[in-house]
Every structure is written in structure tokens, then in C-alpha cells.
């Protein structure tokens, strides 16, 4: 069995609240300095930046996961992470197709760029992506899981955005692969706060939205070997595999 170090929810600047300097290549530097050894982008309701960060990250030893923090219908952040690149073109369209176009105004909003490994600008999305989408929780899970991805409500002690600040609590018929807990709460305090949740799976990542957070909060994935489907089973916690949260 051996132990990796991932944080699977870190910002780029295709994110309009994330600094400018989180450029693919910025993070899979500050990766390396972090001994991170499976990371994953995770912009708001974009996977654009995943490819170059899987390639960046894939020629530096680190195993990067397509990912993506989907805000649904009820404004409830969701983590979804996909192994293929198949699957996150499939899920990209989805996202597309259901988010609620809202101009962005980068002067309020902040910008939404796509970039190179030189950091140059290849695209600026010109609709907000922190717009909710269409599709309600149930349906965005059921659309994951259909293409084999994860799905995990993210930050859910938060008092915005989050499964209880939205909903008010978690529903227990969700089907949820594990809970991330932000770095402001305890395991023990979710549980205490939630006393219906029925599936006691979590995992701790950074939400990093400035090169100094990446890795600042992250989990230990305990696995034979490191792939996609391990990684699920760890944050499943079956088949040997687990994942145990840092502080
Ligand atoms: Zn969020
Ligand atoms: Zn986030």
C-alpha cells in the first residue's frame, strides 16, 4: 500500500474570483514545491484548463484528474472529476449547454482566460462561469455518474454555496461519493451538524485560489497503485483503498 499526496480543488484563472498568476504552469510548479503527487483543476463550471494541466502535470511525475466545481441550480458547488478525456468533453457540453449566460464584467467579476504552458491568452470566456446551471444536484450527479465520473458536494460546512447553506442539509437519498470538508471545520463538527448523513465518506482539499493555498489543505490517498479507478475506490473506501484527511 502506498500513500499520495492529492489536492483535487485548486482554481486557475479561467476562474474570475482566482488570482492571475494561477496559469497552468504556476500550479503544477507550486505542485511539484508541494510534493503533490495527484492534483486537479477544478474551475468554476469550466474544464478548459484541464487538458494543459493533465500534459503539464503528466511530464513532471504528478497525476492530474479532469475536473470541474459545477454550481447547480440550487447555487450548491459541486466537485465532479472524470478520468478520460472522452468524458470531459461529454461533461463540458453538458455544463455548456445548461449554464445560464450572464455577461461577465471582468472589472467586477474578475477575468476568465484560457492560457498556454507560455501563459499566453488564447481565449477569454465573455459569460460569467460562476453562473448557476439549469440542472438541479439530482441531475447533475446522475449526469456524472453516468459518464463514470466522481461526485462530491464540496466545501459543505461553508455558509455559502454548500449543500447545507443552500439546501439546509445533506439530502440522505444524494448519491454522493464522499463530502469535502473545508479546511475552516472538523469531520467530527459536519457529522454533529448533519446528523442524517448516512454515508460518512470525506476528503479535505485547498479550493486553492492563490499559488500560496495550493496544497495548504489536502488528503492522503492509500492505494496499491495510482489511477483513476483506486482513486475512486479510495474516496469510496473499498477495495483496500482509503483516503485519510490531513489537517
Ligand atoms: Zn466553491
Ligand atoms: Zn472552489
Excluded at 35 to 64: Q, Y
Excluded at 128 to 139: K, V
Excluded at 147 to 167: C, E, N
Excluded at 211 to 219: L, N, P, V
Aim: glycine fraction near 4%.
Amino acid at each position: 500500500m502506498e500513500s499520495f499526496k492529492a489536492d483535487l480543488h485548486i482554481h486557475s484563472v479561467l476562474s474570475p474570483c482566482a488570482n492571475l498568476e494561477m496559469s497552468p504552469t504556476n500550479i503544477v510548479d507550486q505542485a511539484l514545491k508541494q510534493k503533490l503527487d495527484i492534483i486537479a483543476v477544478a474551475d468554476h463550471n469550466s474544464t478548459l484548463h484541464c487538458p494543459l494541466v493533465r500534459d503539464l502535470a503528466l511530464r513532471n511525475g504528478i497525476f492530474a484528474v479532469n475536473a470541474v466545481e459545477v454550481n447547480t441550480r440550487e447555487e450548491v458547488h459541486c466537485l465532479c472529476l472524470f478520468d478520460t478525456e472522452g468524458q470531459r468533453v461529454k461533461f463540458q457540453n453538458f455544463i455548456e449547454e445548461s449554464i445560464q449566460r450572464v455577461p461577465n464584467n471582468p472589472d467586477i467579476f474578475g477575468y476568465q482566460v484560457v492560457v498556454n504552458e507560455q501563459e499566453e491568452i488564447l481565449d477569454e470566456i465573455d459569460y460569467l462561469l460562476h453562473s448557476a446551471l439549469r440542472a438541479n444536484i439530482d441531475e447533475v450527479e446522475k449526469r456524472v455518474h453516468e459518464l463514470g465520473g466522481i461526485f462530491i458536494p464540496a466545501h459543505v460546512d461553508r455558509l455559502k454555496f454548500s449543500i447545507t447553506s443552500q439546501l439546509g442539509f445533506i439530502p440522505p437519498n444524494l448519491n454522493y461519493d464522499a463530502l469535502e470538508v473545508s479546511k475552516n471545520s472538523t469531520i467530527d463538527t459536519v457529522i454533529k451538524n448533519n446528523p442524517l448523513i448516512t454515508r460518512k465518506r470525506f476528503i479535505r482539499n485547498s479550493d486553492a485560489h492563490t499559488i500560496e493555498q495550493i496544497g495548504s489543505s489536502y488528503s492522503t490517498f492509500r492505494m496499491e497503485k495510482l489511477n483513476f479507478e483506486n482513486l475512486k475506490n479510495a474516496i469510496m473506501g473499498i477495495n483496500g483503498c482509503e483516503v485519510l484527511v490531513e489537517f
